[in-house]
């Protein structure tokens, strides 16, 4: 989510920004060495030029794609204090061999993020967790609209990563559309799950929403505190499903 009237120019910055970020992130684990990194590329032009051998290819890499708005991509404070970051952390101190890829971007909306899923989803992924909606509900957009929005970003995963289970968190929005649309909008996120059969964070923002110590002075956004919370939140419903993908 962000603030109201931010200038259109700047969210197209930051779109080229996420993007380049992105391409970067699909490319190189964050946590890999420089060795590392030099032995993949080697490992990557050797196999273009067929002389690969096989104990030398590289692994292929189970990805934990988080895509969002504002709240993914950690506004306002470093990404390495966002909750995907820290989800990361968790995973690497589980022992769970996953990269984590940030597809957040600051003022998306579902439409936006309806419109780029195709082009983030280059490679398939093990599990995809989808954040969306928050700015749709605060700029009192049709729920319809909304719903049909994530839905066909729900369909554009089965398509790309069959095998990919897919998150959806929940989110909530101050009253102010009124009791009807508040309330429809909160049971928008339940709907899809039970219809998809997805995993369901019932409010991603649970024990954060509201506190103001653990939000922004825009009294939107998580503090590094308050994503460390979001984590907690994220990683009740992710970690079940890691459990499944290790017995599967």
Not at 60 to 86: M, W
Not at 139 to 167: M, Y
Request: proline share 6%.
């Amino acid at each position: 989510m962000k603030l109201r009237n931010q200038p259109s120019l700047i969210r197209a910055y930051t779109f080229l920004l996420i993007s380049l970020l992105l391409g970067s992130l699909w490319g190189c684990d964050s946590g890999e060495n420089q060795a590392e990194t030099s032995q993949r590329r080697k490992g990557a032009n050797a196999e273009n030029s067929n002389t690969q051998k096989p104990a030398e290819q590289p692994t292929t890499e189970k990805i934990i794609l988080f895509y969002g708005n504002s709240l993914t991509a950690g506004y306002g404070i470093e990404p390495s204090q966002a909750f995907p970051a820290l989800i990361g952390a968790k995973l690497d101190s589980a022992g769970y061999q996953y990269k984590v890829v940030n597809a957040g971007l600051s003022g998306e909306t579902t439409a936006g993020g309806r419109s780029r899923i195709g082009w983030v989803l280059r490679q398939p992924v093990s599990i995809f967790v989808l954040e969306l909606g928050g700015n749709d509900g605060l700029r009192g957009i049709p729920l319809t609209a909304t719903k049909q929005n994530l839905q066909a970003i729900i369909d554009t995963v089965k398509a790309k990563s069959p095998e990919a289970k897919i998150v959806i968190a929940g989110m909530q929005i101050p009253p102010n559309m009124g009791p009807e649309y508040t309330s429809r909008f909160r049971e928008l996120y339940k709907e899809l799950a039970r219809e998809n059969n997805l995993a369901l964070i019932p409010f991603l923002l649970e024990g954060v929403g509201g506190i103001r110590r653990l939000n922004l002075p825009d009294g939107i956004h998580p503090t590094p505190e308050g994503h460390k919370v979001v984590a907690k939140n994220v990683w009740q419903v992710l970690e079940p499903l890691l459990e499944e993908e290790a017995e599967g």
